[in-house]
């Protein structure tokens, strides 16, 4: 059974830098690529990064680029999120995703709230 | 302001069909036969229920379905169901390495 696990959110004051990371299980973890996909409240869901199979290539959206950076451990069934330099529109749920080509996520885990603010 | 455009709200009663719009542009849904499609209960993570453009994932109900035609992308429902009630989001690639969402359909069944 797959299953997506996210953990690190949390309260932090703008300016600060946080680490997200989401453990997957049931299935074969170096063969997908990985997305975080973030919601603010009430808001539709926004596309934040994705990272390679193997991750020698790692994409950002243009709100979040120069401040969050994805990494993955293979080892370990892992990837995480640094997030720097936060500011309160960052605040969110995170959703860590596994990509099931073309972009799509088909298995997404629970989420962690992040919230920004002084 | 999301990238794509979906109505904010949708409604049918049981065993109707209701269809859900998405309109991008030509960078986007015209561009690419990459749109997804997502439904989302209240607290629930989204799950994905079409991709390219008209696929279903393993376990999803053909009820639901989707097409494309230029700039905008469609999501169909037929015979709905009382479990239906949930938001609705889509998503097509933009190019350049690019992801984007619509604004979600609230999907009420009378």
């Known amino acids: 059974q797959v299953q997506v696990v996210e953990s690190g959110g949390g309260v932090v004051q703008p300016g600060r830098s946080l680490r997200l990371s989401c453990v997957a299980s049931g299935f074969t973890f170096t063969n997908y690529a990985m997305f975080w996909v973030r919601q603010a409240p009430g808001k539709g869901p926004e596309w934040v990064a994705l990272i390679w199979s193997d991750g020698t290539n790692r994409f950002f959206a243009e709100s979040v680029k120069g401040r969050f950076t994805i990494s993955r451990d293979n080892s370990k069934n892992t990837i995480y999120l640094q997030m720097n330099s936060l500011r309160a529109e960052d605040t969110a749920v995170y959703y860590c995703?596994?990509?099931?080509?073309?972009?799509?996520?088909?298995?997404w885990g629970q989420g962690t709230l992040v919230v920004v603010s002084s | 302001q999301s990238a794509l455009t979906q109505p904010p709200s949708a409604s049918g009663s049981p065993g109707q069909s209701v269809t859900i719009s998405c309109t991008g542009t030509?960078?986007?849904?015209?561009?690419?036969?990459?749109v997804s499609w997502y439904q989302q209960h209240p607290d629930k993570a989204p799950k994905l229920i079409i991709y390219?453009?008209?696929k279903r994932p393993s376990g999803v109900p053909d009820r639901f379905s989707g097409s494309k035609s230029g700039n905008t992308a469609s999501l169909t429902v037929s015979g709905l169901q009382a479990e239906d009630e949930a938001d609705y989001y889509c998503s097509s690639f933009a190019g350049n390495n690019n992801l984007v969402f619509g604004g979600g359909t609230k999907l009420t069944v009378l």
């Open positions: 995703a596994k990509d099931r080509g073309a972009w799509s996520g088909d298995n």
């Open positions: 030509t960078s986007d849904v015209n561009n690419y036969n990459i």
């Open positions: 390219e453009v008209s």
